[in-house]
């Protein structure tokens, strides 16, 4: 299984730019989550989705930024526009709903993309 | 507002040694407790889990302790490994979905 896979790896745009960040999920997955990593904060769930409808984006900061899920095995994660303070690493996620063997179902990462906005 | 403190920021063992990571949450429906470790330029990946209904979880050389009635969790690392030297993350949720991660330790084991 190739896992989570993300793009690009690299990202370095000018402030106002839009940004889209793609994210493919493991086969068989139907649950994704976007999260956005920094020095200050740590790893943060900007929204995640079941079955393709978003359950909770409450970590969305703010409309600049919007998620979409048009099929059950692909994602993006768009900034428009984009702003110095976005500069982050921004990571996927993958994993079955639920629980299995009384846990809760483990969440397989991307490599991340590093987004830097000048 | 961080829901799951973690420190240190940093920590550099001597190859063998014990590297030791330490959590602390508030709030008291948080039911499940997991670490990460994270290489450079990877994302992170699960290395061992807890409920609050256990005080202890080992899986080889690495154990949680957890203290429920202080809210605090901690990793242990035994006989630390140059291999180990990556990012630990420790987090907790009580839903699955919506996991709340502390701000990392960066973990170096020197040869």
């Known amino acids: 299984d190739a896992g989570v896979i993300q793009s690009p790896r690299h990202e370095v745009t000018e402030m106002g730019q839009e940004v889209t960040l793609r994210c493919k999920l493991i086969?068989?997955?139907?649950?994704l989550f976007w999260y956005r990593q920094t020095m200050m904060r740590g790893l943060e769930l900007l929204i995640y989705?079941?079955?393709?409808?978003?359950?909770?984006d409450s970590g969305m900061p703010e409309d600049r930024f919007s998620a979409k899920m048009p099929n059950a095995s692909f994602s993006t994660l768009k900034i428009q526009p984009s702003e110095p303070r976005d500069s982050a690493v921004y990571f996927c996620?993958?994993?079955?709903?639920?629980?299995?063997?009384?846990?809760?179902?483990?969440?397989?990462f991307g490599p991340g993309t590093r987004l830097t906005v000048l | 507002q961080q829901q799951v403190k973690q420190s240190p920021q940093s920590l550099i063992v001597q190859k063998g040694g014990i590297s030791i990571i330490n959590c602390a949450y508030e709030?008291?429906?948080?039911?499940?407790f997991p670490w990460y470790q994270q290489f450079p330029g990877k994302g992170p990946a699960l290395l061992i889990a807890i409920r609050p209904d256990v005080s202890e979880k080992k899986e080889g050389r690495f154990t949680i302790s957890f203290n429920k009635s202080a809210k605090q969790f901690s990793l242990h690392i035994m006989d630390s490994q140059p291999g180990d030297s990556a990012t630990y993350f420790c987090?907790?949720?009580?839903?699955?979905?919506?996991?709340?991660f502390g701000t990392g330790t960066s973990l170096t084991v020197i040869p």
């Open positions: 989705f079941n079955n393709n409808v978003p359950i909770d």
């Open positions: 996620a993958s994993s079955h709903p639920g629980t299995s063997g009384g846990s809760y179902n483990e969440q397989f």
């Open positions: 709030n008291t429906a948080f039911d499940y």
């Open positions: 086969s068989g997955h139907n649950s």
């Open positions: 987090a907790a949720t009580n839903t699955g979905n919506q996991f709340y």
